[in-house]
T-cell receptor, first 115, second 110 residues
Framework: GAVVSQHPSRVICKSGTSVKIECRSL??????MFWYRQFPKQSLMLMAT?????????EQGVEKDKFLINHASLTLSTLTVTSAHPEDSSFYIC???????????FGSGTRLTVV | RKEVEQDPGPFNVPEGATVAFNCTYS??????FFWYRQDCRKEPKLLMS???SGNEDGRFTAQLNRASQYISLLIRDSKLSDSATYLC???????????FGKGTTLSVSS
């Protein structure tokens, strides 16, 4: 089946540093990638939608200068959390729409802890 | 206004029990409906899609009432392995982002 590989699965970083999360579609082309964030006991909240070769669309309340998204190829999308703070500690997960029209493939998630 | 609402639970049931989860959604134009399962600290995994005619997959039965904007999931003969968080998920348009409820936590004990 379709696979989206997400790395790292877990990261601990110091406050003020940046962290990059990668999502790769291994056996299909991901034109669109959705980035979600999930706080404990909360739902997955959409942060942004990226389309290959164009600027990402951010949801209301998500700072585009803080959460940098790059989708330079059909198989790779990255999310960089810049100048991370403890309140950015969360579970970040990517998802593509596809490979078929009604299917969604999720990465395995990244648990970010900022200390 | 929350787009997808679920009773968070937790639902604590013994093995073999039947348990039902409910969900409501706010956008009457939503097109697709799903139940996902999420284990602790893992990505969500599709349990089943939900159709207007109702659908069943083994011990799991899903129902959709578009007029009431209501979705349900029934689990029969609960197993220990059913312990997880069940997410009600709505999609307004194919290819757009999924909209998740907060999830309902189920704990099945022996």
């Amino acid at each position: 089946g379709a696979v989206v590989s997400q790395h790292p699965s877990r990261v601990i970083c110091k406050s003020g540093t940046s962290v990059k999360i990668e999502c790769r579609s291994l056996d299909f082309q991901a034109t669109t990638m959705f980035w979600y964030r999930q706080f404990p006991k909360q739902s997955l909240m959409l942060m942004a939608t990226s389309n290959e070769g164009s600027k990402a669309t951010y949801e209301q309340g998500v700072e585009k200068d803080k959460f940098l998204i790059n989708h330079a190829s059909l198989t790779l999308s990255t999310l960089t959390v810049t100048s991370a703070h403890p309140e950015d500690s969360s579970f970040y997960i990517c998802s593509t729409s596809g490979p078929d029209t009604y299917g969604y493939t999720f990465g395995s998630g990244t648990r970010l802890t900022v200390v | 206004r929350k787009e997808v609402e679920q009773d968070p639970g937790p639902f604590n049931v013994p093995e073999g029990a039947t348990v039902a989860f409910n969900c409501t959604y706010s956008n009457s134009a939503s097109q697709s409906f799903f139940w996902y399962r999420q284990d602790c600290r893992k990505e969500p995994k599709l349990l089943m899609s939900v159709y207007s005619s109702g659908n069943e997959d083994g011990r799991f039965t899903a129902q959709l009432n578009r007029a009431s904007q209501y979705i349900s999931l029934l689990i029969r003969d609960s197993k220990l392995s059913d312990s997880a968080t069940y997410l009600c998920v709505v999609n307004d348009q194919a290819g757009t982002a999924l909209i998740f409820g907060k999830g309902t936590t189920l704990s099945v004990s022996s």
